[in-house]
């Protein structure tokens, strides 16, 4: 997207991660049914936000048993144009880390420039990309996959918050991968030792 920041690739302490579910009908944001965030500092969770989102469509089959969420769960739940704007600004000018972040923050962009006629511009990494880069031996870069390749507890899949945390934690482990033995093992636009 001509407006979008841009994909780093670079480690930093300061940046807060995005997840969003949606009800696996199409990739737009009406199809939106829950926005999460978690706030890192120096890589340690200080802050969050999340919210269930009333979608548009009926949530598919196999992502009600995938998630769990349900339409029960989202029968008050308020429409994502009623909460972008707070979880905009709750992200605020940090950088955006998601596994497979364009997923989420292109739903992002799409329901806050539809309702706010303003562009999200945060630079993104994508701990997808970083884990292509430096992790080899792994059967597939899945989030799930990963979590149990770094000993990440993964407490429950494919909700916001939870895997939130599970991908501060996978970026964490893959910039300790990056500077093991204080040396840079990983090709990138910055490299600088945190």
């Known amino acids: 997207m001509r ?8 480690f930093v302490p300061d940046f807060t991660v ?49 998630t769990g969420i349900n ?36 739903l992002v962009y799409d329901a ?19 884990a292509r880069m430096m992790v080899h031996d792994s059967e597939n870069h899945k989030l799930e996959t990963l979590c149990v390749y770094f000993g990440i507890e993964r407490v429950q899949g494919h909700r916001g918050l939870p895997d939130c945390e599970q991908t501060g934690s996978l970026y964490t482990h893959l910039m300790n991968l990056a500077f093991r033995d204080g040396t840079l093992h990983v090709v990138g636009a910055k490299h600088e030792r945190i």
Do not use: C, W
């Open 71 to 106: 339409e029960k769960m989202l029968k008050d739940a308020p429409r994502v144009e009623a909460v972008i704007g707070d979880f905009v600004a709750f992200l605020k000018d940090d950088i955006i880390v998601g596994h497979n972040v364009n997923f989420d923050l292109n």
């Open 18 to 66: 995005i997840d969003l579910e949606t009800t696996g009908r199409k990739n737009e944001y009406p199809e939106i049914t829950e926005l999460s965030a978690v706030r890192y500092r120096n890589f340690k969770p200080v802050d969050s936000f999340t919210t269930l989102v009333k979608a548009q469509n009926p949530i598919l089959p196999f992502v009600r048993t995938l």
């Open 3 to 10: 407006f979008k920041g841009n994909n780093l690739l670079y």
């Open 112 to 130: 806050y420039y539809a309702v706010y006629k303003k562009h999200v511009s945060n630079d993104y990494t994508d701990t997808v990309n970083l």
